[in-house]
């Protein structure tokens, strides 16, 4: 029976909380947030999807459908899947070189980017390779929200002041031009409807926070827009009609040429969509204690992005605001999400008349409140604190996205490629540390903590994996070293550090071993952990070296050492007990602290 159940999970995971609906409590609370979801979902997703440079309405089909079957096939409870600020922005830039936005093209193509997305989405969750947006570090990641975040805000302009702007031209000779033409030509009305969201929004935002600001800023700018006649008498822009009903069944039409033009867009999307979406659903995980599996919200998200397009929806994500919100609201399982779904299908069906005098000043104010919290710099300034490196890779990607506007898959390519130049850059010269020992009985960097070393034997610890890309670093430190000790007969290796070796660092082991005992010089090995012993045992490093040479701790490598040493060439301060590797005072080998 177990086995059953662990089956229909795989499949199905909502069959793990369906059957705690049956409480009537339970029940009640995901009610009562979807609701409260949906207040916030309706007036978010037309105001994506005019981010998208889509018509409004696209985004009530992308917050029909597709959330509902994210909920239902991911692994979180209190995630809310739909369309977002910085997916829609990405999919007006993928698709603007291609086709008029608005345009019928435009939606064609809209609709078959959330179909590649799904695709590649649920091929990554079927072979679990979730773990590919790793690739995405964080610095990355923060440098590119941030840009777009500028890039979205930026966007509004001239929706907040009715401007009219020519299009064209890179992304900051848009920003001027659209700065230019709000301040010459405003629309006095837009601009007061824009105010009075922001106002309405900012303050029930910071006076009620568990209220549909929201909405209320929707419903009382539609109303003043209705009683006023702004899009007529008044000359401002509206939402204008919505056809009702549901989106039909269409299956996009993929070609080979489109397929190949939006593959790189459609990567990007699917892996930024991805990270924002297993981001919030572990950040919620970590209040609610539930566990969340990357690859299976993969297979969520990219099922709900499948099938949405074919009910010609755009891509979609998971949204912060609104899974916090239904988190807050009390939502105890992913029925919430349904609730929601099944409130905006009321909506298609019966609802759209109500928006037909909403302003686009108030979407763009919408947008403008919901990117705001992408723009993170504490976290920058803390990147850069913990590792400079990270700090030059965030700034950079931000630089670079800006920069490259509209194309926002060339500013995250190159992040990508700075992060992984970087971590290769670190890792090529890693911390090398002639050890020797300190007055309060550990070993320590003698250079640093200004250590007498001794004249025979030295000790080397290598803080990194020896790789092709640190094994050269490795052979030069090791021949610096030896370089300034002309009585140097042992040198003892302390790998504790070392996690991984590949053939080329296995090749310079043996280069420098064998060098070093051409010199008289022989080399030892101390705390090498199992999997790089095991490396070494099949290359047959070990057995050439010799099984004597290899010890599990500091004390036997360098009892051995200095026995050999006593018997070589005695030294002059009556090695061991006088040795500065050994500051112990009690007497016998045995009780040395080493």
Known sequence: MKIVDFKLFQLFPFTTWMGELKDPKILRADLIAGITVTMVLIPQAMAHAQL??????????????????????????????????????????????????????????????????????????MVRLGVLVNFLSHPVVLGFTNAAAVIIGTSQIDMLFGAEVAPGGSYFVRVWNMLTDSAANPHGPTVMIAALAFVVMIVMKRWKPQSPWVLIAVVLTTTISWYTDFESALGGKVVGRIPEGMPSFVMPDVSFGLFAKLFTAAVTIAFIAFVETISIAKAIATQSKQRIGANRELLGQGLANLVGSVFQSMPISGSFVRSSLNFRAGAKTGFSSVVAGCFVMVTLLWLTPLFYHLPLATLAAIIMMAVAGLIQVDPIVRAWRAQKHDGMVAVATFILTLSFAPHLDYGILIGV???????????????????????????????????????????????????????????????????????????VIDAEGINHVDATGEEILIHVVHGLKESGIETYFTRVKEQVRESLERTGFTEELGEDHFHRSLYRALSAVWELLDQDVPCSRGCPKNCPLNQAELPGVVNYRV
């Open 52 to 125: 998208a440079s889509l018509p409004p309405y696209y985004g009530l089909y992308a917050a029909f459908l597709s959330p509902i079957i994210a909920a239902l096939f991911g692994s979180s409870r209190h995630l809310t899947s739909g369309s977002v600020a910085l997916v829609s922005l990405m999919t007006a830039a993928a698709l603007q070189p291609f086709a008029t936005p608005g345009s019928v093209e435009h939606i064609a193509y809209a609709v078959v980017l959330t179909m590649m997305v799904g695709i590649i989405q649920l091929i990554l969750g």
């Open 417 to 491: 490629s700075l992060s992984l130049f970087a971590y290769l850059y670190r890792t090529m010269m890693p911390h090398v540390a002639a050890l020797s020992r300190h007055p309060d009985g550990t070993f320590r960097d003698s250079q640093t903590f200004g250590l007498q070393s001794c004249d025979h034997i030295a000790l080397i610890r290598f803080d990194g994996s020896l790789y092709f890309g640190s094994a050269g670093y490795f052979e030069d430190k090791v021949l610096e070293r030896v370089s300034k000790m002309p009585d140097l007969k042992y040198l």
